[in-house]
């Protein structure tokens, strides 16, 4: 494990998601996060780029829905690579961006349509994950 990544040697190692170069080369290449995700349901990232467009154009339940799947997928894609329900998610390891995304985007989602719960629980959940990520989030 590099030590970049890891932030307390008595804590659980960090996770880190395995790169998937098909989701990402079809991003870039223009292809729409609709069709990606479609043809890659188990990606967070096209989940979460769909609930970012979808709060961006005030379609704030649509965009809860799109974050939520997001979110689940990357619950399982964590859970298949190690993580234990605790420990880092660092935003500075790119694959692990589509599951923090659709993570802050479901709780934008959730205080939108007044969860406000889900909302605080999310906010702790992203910041225990990587305080980092909110602020990258943010900009």
Known sequence: MSDEFRKNLI???PTLLP????????LAGGAEPVDVAASFPASSLPWALLAEEALTAGHTVEAYAYARTGYHRGLDALRRNGWR???P???QHEPNRGFLKALYALGQAAGSI???EEAERVATFLNDSD???LVELQK
Do not use: D, K
């Open 11 to 13: 804590g659980p190692e």
């Open 19 to 26: 790169v998937e170069p098909e989701v990402t080369e079809r």
């Open 85 to 87: 329900g605790t420990g």
């Open 89 to 91: 998610i660092p935003w």
């Open 114 to 116: 007044g969860e406000t």
């Open 131 to 133: 305080p980092q990520a």
